[in-house]
């Protein structure tokens, strides 16, 4: 008794000095990764010190002056092109939804081959690869790129959101997937439904939840990127934005940042609205 109780306090005192000895090492490459990033990010807390009372004076201008004796006239003169940013917000939002739809799209379809309990292996890899593709490429760059091929405007910027939510919808899309309980897709396939049948009645009806709840969260962050696409001339607000910011019109700045908060604001609340009434998941 006394050789057993000997023996498993060995075997805990060596599993202990093994947990502490990785959490050693994780100590040490966490401290190494940390210190390489100051390096190559240039981190300097005098240049921080230094930067931040120029940072507070570009936000400072931008504030617009308001006062209580001309209140109207103020927000007047604050908010004198309100009509036309509306509309290229709305041109965005369009953007946006457009190309979340889309993308939301081919991410589902590519998802089913992606997710690793219902495809092969070769299948599972491909599909990953070209997921990955999409979404490693930043938004910009893709919209670059379909500017220069088709042209500035709208048009461009939704086909790189598109692109984008491919990639990311489709990864996420595919773990939902491999969570699905996989008999549905055997009883489907007992009585005769091909590939794809399984894939619509077996795994769907379960992964249906998760599909919606990132859906709509992939459609608010497209809100988003949608709304500075303009920089690179893909259409929207963000080209005011990007005018703005350029001949230093500061109010103007402002205004347009206090729509597209405005904006965002009321989509999180739609989409969380939407969440609860469709899947029944909190906001």
């Known amino acids: 008794m006394t050789a057993a109780v000997a023996a498993a306090e060995a075997r805990w005192r060596n599993a202990h000095r093994s947990r502490r000895r990785s959490w050693s090492i994780a100590a040490v490459v966490f401290a190494a990764a940390v210190a390489a990033s100051a390096v190559v990010g240039e981190a300097d807390l005098g240049r921080l010190l230094r930067g931040l009372p120029m940072a507070a004076d570009y936000i400072w201008r931008t504030i617009p002056v308001l006062r209580p ?10 908010m004198w092109g309100l009509p036309g940013w509306i509309v290229l917000m709305g041109d965005t939002l369009l953007v946006a939804y457009a190309g979340s739809v889309l993308g939301a799209v081919a991410g589902l379809l590519l998802s089913f081959s992606a997710a690793s309990t219902l495809s092969p292996p070769w299948a599972v890899a491909a599909s990953r690869r070209v997921l990955e593709l999409a979404r490693t490429v930043p938004v910009l760059v893709y919209a670059l790129v379909f500017v220069f091929a088709f042209g500035l405007g709208p048009f461009a910027g939704m086909l790189a959101i598109a692109l984008h939510t491919m990639g990311a919808l489709g990864k996420l899309y595919a773990e939902v997937h491999e969570n699905a309980e996989l008999g549905p897709l055997d009883a489907v396939r007992a009585s005769g439904g091909s590939w794809a049948q399984g894939m619509r009645y077996g795994i769907l009806p379960q ?3 998760g599909v919606l709840s990132f859906g709509l969260l992939r459609f608010e962050i497209n809100v988003r990127e949608a709304s500075v696409l303009g920089i690179v001339g893909a259409g929207g607000i963000g080209e005011e934005l990007y005018l703005a910011v350029r001949q230093f019109v500061y109010p103007d700045i402002s205004a347009i940042l206090v729509l597209i908060l405005l904006t965002v604001s009321c989509m999180d609340i739609g989409c969380g609205f939407l969440r609860r009434q469709v899947i029944g998941a909190p906001a």
């Open 69 to 78: 004796e001309h209140l109207g006239a103020d927000l007047d003169d604050w």
């Open 207 to 209: 992964s249906l939840p």
